[in-house]
């Protein structure tokens, strides 16, 4: 092994706006597609959040009469369906993006118009949804935003019960953004297997990369049957086709079983990146290798077969029969086990080690904690009896913003934190990051956690209002005042985006002292990322380099 | 001006990684596979839940001679991989077109049943459930038929244009998995829309 230093100029001078939006519109680089999914994705932040707020206010009292009951419908409808496929998906893909290519060594992914067209493919679903405010009348006055829930059960969504085209865009949105979701997992799986930098093994990939890998294999196989039912959605109300219509002898119930058969695998779709994210994060922040590697590795693989054979524990108030209802708790429950597993490896991470409070790691700390608890409230929903009770209520309704926001969201904010300083060169302000970190765990905890109770009081999800008197008032009052804090956590985040961009202290290559390769090269890489392919020998390869008598690969 | 600190490997490295290609097509065919599952999963849970005529046993002919021409278009198109690595120019084109002829016959018998069981039988995507689930299931196979066709026929159009040369033979290889995975595709669809669901 010799080491070579090989210096590399800065980025060109500034060229005309025009031309720069040009190559922004243009490029096939995997870092500036990453950067263009995560802006997507916060713009969408911000309106699902804004829709968030809008509900939360007209629930903030009984008898509230801030907004109609329709728009309500569409409020809830364009929530949910933003947060997940242009929130989350591109949030995870644009990560995924940018940091995949990276970590291996590579200098691109293995198809890098592919990737381009998908991330436009996703861009052109979020358009369709909300043109829909504009365009969803059709020509029958009815509608505008889609207004049937984000899983748009049939019959809702004939058009008998769906006059205008508020479901047509709903159904292409996501069919469009399904194509491009496939198109980046394709790439993803392509890129992780073919375009690996010498020595680098299955064995010693990064964790980041293998949850990745497993992810983009979740979506192949789970996004698929989505776009499936969409076409069969498409086919139903453009053609006249029968799947979904009873009267006919179709089935309401088979598009619940479609649907949630990506619906569930989704999840862990969105989890493991974000469990990606904190085996990066934790280790290094507690200064130690990660502990159990290969049973991490194990964990995410079982986890990415037993989540697919779970969705119907989304029906068991739609009255499945026994056989089904058992398999079903027992597939959720079994799902607990490698999840817990990881729970523990990242906890004997951090046992003993020299933990540093930076706000990657407040995040990711913050995210063992409420991840924990999420699992916990799910393992009481896996339980058919227990779901009878609490299914379609708010209890549910909390349990998986406990997943979305307190465990996946939370890590993907450590991650800002973590990789900002590599994408632009610029670190995150930290005084700002733990203003960011406080506002907002007491905002969610304020909400998420007081939401449990009025759905445990009987509070139907998806009501505009309520009566007084039921003992609802009050937690819905807190669940809003958290609402404040959440938000303004947000606009502190991207206040800190945008000022550290501008004024922050340069982060130089290798600011956390990690041991991964994205760290080897400048902060922001070079557009071909290396100038030497790297090879490596061990999972930590910067340790190897900065530790030459303590070298990893001696240990694995 | 910043720095870069790369390991430099001693001597020679044996690294092989497999083809980007082939594993992108795997994924596509698993991505594919998928969503014909979903698909064929829809036409056997409908079966026999039509509330009116026609019923599958009255209208539907299985169509084993066009079955014949797309199975054996597999082979011809592999014939013709193993021909262009060979360096058999000639060869190569006398089977590649064969494909496509035989893909080409094969949506020509969709068509001529199609355009039977519209105008003859006045069965047609919403005229019941059957319907609804047939056109869908076969049309989306006749769709990537369709597909593949275009894609052969490009392959074509090089070969025409002289640019087509042995060292593209991986990359046939790679878009005739694809025409493999549709026909293996026809075999479940004949099980299912033609033994089974009669």
């Known amino acids: 092994m010799s080491t070579t230093t090989i210096a590399i100029s800065e980025l060109p001078a500034a060229r005309p706006f025009t031309l720069r939006l040009h190559d922004w519109v243009t490029t096939v680089d995997h870092k500036r597609l990453g950067i263009l999914y995560i802006l997507f994705a916060l713009v969408f932040l911000i309106v699902g959040g804004i829709e968030a707020t809008i509900m939360r206010w007209q629930l903030v009292r009984p008898h509230n009469d801030l907004v109609s009951p329709e728009v309500f419908n569409r409020m809830f409808t364009m929530h949910g369906t933003t947060m997940i496929f242009f929130v989350a998906m591109p949030l995870v893909f644009g990560f995924a993006n940018y940091l995949v290519p990276l970590m291996i060594g590579a200098r691109d992914m293995a198809f890098p118009r592919l990737n381009a067209f998908s991330f436009w493919m996703t861009a052109l679903g979020g358009i369709f949804l909300y043109f829909s405010f504009l365009g969803g009348d059709g020509l029958y006055g009815a509608g505008s935003a889609p207004d049937v829930g984000w899983f748009a059960y049939a019959p809702l969504t004939a058009k008998t019960f769906s006059v205008g085209h508020s479901t047509d865009f709903w159904t292409l949105s996501l069919l469009s953004s399904g194509i491009g979701s496939i198109g980046t997992a394709i790439n993803i799986i392509a890129t992780i297997l073919c375009m690996r930098c010498p020595g680098m093994t299955l064995g010693k990939m990064p964790l980041l990369v293998w949850l990745n890998l497993v992810m983009a294999g979740l979506v192949i196989l789970v996004v698929s049957p989505l776009s499936a039912a969409q076409i069969m959605l498409l086919i139903d109300r453009y053609l006249g086709g029968h799947f979904f219509d009873t009267q006919a002898g179709g089935s309401a119930v088979i598009w619940m079983h479609f649907f949630w058969i990506f619906g569930h695998p989704e999840v862990y779709v969105l989890a493991l990146p974000a469990f990606a994210f904190a085996s990066e994060i934790i280790p290094v922040f507690s200064r130690k290798a990660i502990f159990g590697y290969p049973v991490m590795v194990l964990a995410t693989i079982a986890i990415g077969f037993i989540g697919m054979s779970v969705w119907a524990h989304h029906m068991f108030t739609v009255g499945m029969s026994a056989g089904a209802n058992t398999f079903f708790v027992l597939s959720t429950m079994a799902i607990a086990v490698p999840t817990g597993i990881k729970i523990f490896n990242w906890l004997a991470t951090m046992w003993g080690g020299k933990i540093r409070f930076a706000a990657p790691m407040l995040f990711c700390v913050a995210f063992l904690f409420q991840f924990l608890v999420a699992g916990l409230t799910g393992v009481t929903l896996a339980v058919a009896p227990l779901d009878w009770q609490l299914g379609n209520s708010y209890y549910v309704v909390a349990h998986f913003h406990y997943v979305i926001v307190g465990g996946i969201l939370f890590c993907i904010f450590g991650a800002f934190y973590y990789w900002f300083p590599k994408a632009s060169g610029k670190m995150l302000n930290e005084t700002l990051g733990k203003l960011h970190f406080w506002l907002f765990t007491i905002g969610f905890h304020l909400t998420f956690d007081f939401m449990h109770v009025p759905g445990l009081l009987g509070m139907p999800r998806r009501i505009y209002t309520y009566e007084p008197g039921r003992g609802w008032d009050t937690w819905n009052l807190l669940v809003t005042v958290g609402v404040l804090f959440q938000g303004a956590g947000i606009l502190v985040f991207a206040f800190n985006l945008v000022w550290s961009y501008l004024r922050g202290k340069a982060a130089g290559n290798d600011p956390w002292d990690a041991w991964t390769l994205e760290w080897s090269t400048s902060s922001p890489p070079p557009v071909y990322n290396y100038a030497v392919i790297p090879v490596v020998r061990s999972r930590r390869p910067l340790w190897d380099l900065k530790h030459p008598e303590d070298l990893d690969w001696r240990y694995e | ?198």
């Open chain 2, 1 to 198: 001006m910043s720095t870069l600190s790369v390991n430099l490997p001693e001597g020679n490295f044996d690294w092989r990684l497999p083809s980007r290609g082939r594993v992108g097509m795997y994924c596509l065919i698993a991505a594919e596979a998928a969503i014909f599952t979903i698909f064929v999963v829809a036409y056997l849970f409908y079966i026999g839940k039509n509330v009116n005529g026609p019923k599958p046993k009255d209208v539907l002919h299985a169509p084993i001679l066009y079955t014949v021409c797309l199975l054996s278009s597999s082979i011809t198109a592999h014939a013709a991989v193993r021909r262009l690595v060979a360096g058999n120019m000639v060869a190569f084109a006398r089977f590649w077109l064969l494909t496509i002829l035989l893909g080409g016959v094969f949506l020509f018998g969709t068509a001529r049943e199609w355009a039977h069981l519209i105008l003859q039988d006045d069965l047609t995507i919403n005229t019941n459930l059957f319907g609804t689930t047939y056109y869908s299931l076969v049309g989306l196979h006749a769709f990537h038929v369709t597909m593949g066709l275009l894609a052969l026929i490009t392959v074509a159009l090089f070969y025409f244009g002289a640019r087509l040369r042995s060292e593209h033979a991986d990359r046939l290889e790679i878009l005739s998995l694809y025409w493999h995975f549709v026909d293996a595709v026809w075999v479940v669809v004949f099980l299912v829309v033609y033994v089974i669901g009669v």
